[in-house]
């Protein structure tokens, strides 16, 4: 192993010469942006490639979770979850919208369903949870709750691209799903991110908010913004597709070395694989656990040192950041469980081009660190502990 640092993860992308002929024809049709020829050939190959009805290309997840919030006109309060990156909450915010937070399934870390019902009030108006790390919600008990109590459901699908169930693409399920393409998901347009809606309807009034709320040259039916996808970036969407099923290969394989090369290390719990469908194994995250010598700061601390740059995701909590703390739902006995996960989760290196010589670096490291370190660091309770605090 050299010097050279191996971060969390590396974009993946498709040999230059073959995106050069894309960015001819962008230079010789001078049609840069606005639902261009690249635009619309990709919203039909993605639909297809991921068997969904409609997809609406965005120039970023975030922009498109604001826009999703919009398009169903929703108010008042949200339930969502603690435990993701700070673009989900603040998508609330900038609606006006209040978060609600509800703690997750120690399994899963996802929104845990036992929990919502006793969060809803008269002014929820929606749930807004998110497939983490790219694992499936329990979509039929959050749909039920949903039909109940009469509340939309948005997926936060950002890390969920290519993944299904027993019954096709995950995002089919809720009234929208929103994915991320950003240089550091499974699948990239360096950029990006997209609606995934049910019905040309949704489709139609989501195109209008994206775009600034035209719906022809000279009428404006909403009060929209500007979210929408370049030339550039769909165009390195389509391409990139042909690449999709290579990289989704590379992902098992190294999901399936970790899993080998970290079992039996006492204290190093790796997430369960989603039990049906298919996976992107978009995110190694590992669990270190009251076994292990170390916390989880000081490992990633011994890995830092060893070159290897993990990520502590999601660790605060958007329930710590100063726009939500003060909320009476952000205090840690409402969420210990994301409170236990985000203190003891490290999420390790995955991406198409890891070879097998900084895998080994990697698993090598954390058994080094576990076999040298004699004198045990206080730790945490597991997370089993929290869940029954
Ligand atoms: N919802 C959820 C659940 C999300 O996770 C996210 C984004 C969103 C919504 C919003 O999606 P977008 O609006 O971004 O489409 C990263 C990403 O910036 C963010 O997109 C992502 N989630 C989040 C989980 O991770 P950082 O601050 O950790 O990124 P950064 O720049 O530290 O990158 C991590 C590592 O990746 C670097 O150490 C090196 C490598 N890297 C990164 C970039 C940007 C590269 O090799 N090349 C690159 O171009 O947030």
Redesign the pocket.
């Known amino acids: 192993m050299g010097s050279d640092k191996i971060?969390?993860?590396?974009?993946f992308l498709p040999p230059l010469e073959e995106f050069l002929p894309y960015l001819e024809r962008i230079w010789q049709s001078g049609r840069l942006t606005n639902g261009g020829p690249y635009h619309k050939e990709f919203e039909t190959t993605l639909a297809e490639y991921l068997g969904v009805p409609h997809v609406c290309l965005f120039t970023?997840?975030?922009i498109a979770?604001v826009t999703a919030l919009q398009a169903l006109r929703i108010t008042g309060e949200v339930i969502t979850t603690p435990y993701?990156?700070v673009?989900?909450a603040h998508s609330l915010l900038w609606n006006g919208v209040k978060p609600v937070f509800v703690d997750v399934d120690p399994c899963t870390l996802n929104l845990d369903p036992g929990k919502i019902e006793a969060a809803i009030t008269p002014q929820t108006t929606a749930i807004l949870p998110?497939h983490c790390y790219g694992h499936p919600c329990n979509v039929e008990r959050i749909q039920r709750i949903a039909d109940v109590y009469n509340l939309r459901v948005i997926y936060?699908a950002?890390?969920a691209f290519g993944v299904t169930d027993r019954d096709g693409s995950i995002l089919k399920h809720g009234d929208l799903s929103i994915l991320?393409f950003?240089?550091?998901k499974v699948y990239n347009t360096f950029?990006g991110?997209a609606i995934v809606c049910p019905d040309r309807k949704s489709k139609e009034r989501i195109d209008f908010l994206k775009n600034f709320g035209f719906a022809d040259e000279t009428t404006v039916v909403a009060t929209g913004i500007n979210g929408k996808m370049s030339e550039f970036n769909a165009a390195l969407g389509l391409l990139q597709l042909k690449y999709i099923e290579h990289v989704l290969a590379r992902r098992r394989h190294i999901d399936a070395a970790y899993r080998k090369g970290l079992s039996g290390i006492a204290g190093i719990e790796c997430l369960p694989r989603q039990s049906e469908g298919r996976s992107n194994f978009a995110y190694f995250p590992i669990l270190v656990n009251k076994e292990f010598p170390l916390d989880r700061d000081a490992l990633y601390q011994c890995l830092l040192e060893r070159n290897i740059?993990a990520?502590r995701?999601f660790y605060p909590l958007i329930s710590e950041f100063p726009m939500y703390r003060g909320l009476p739902s952000a205090q840690r006995e409402n969420i210990p469980v994301a409170h236990a996960a985000a203190d003891r989760i490290l999420c390790l290196p995955i991406y198409p081009d890891l070879d097998s010589a900084c895998l080994q670096h990697i698993i090598d490291a954390i058994r080094s660190v576990a076999a040298q370190t004699s004198a045990p660091a206080p730790v945490p309770a597991p997370l089993s502990t929290a869940v029954s605090a």
């Open positions: 971060f969390v993860t590396r974009p970023n997840a975030t979770l993701s990156f673009a989900t998110v936060d950002a890390h991320s950003h240089a550091t950029e991110g740059h990520r995701y």
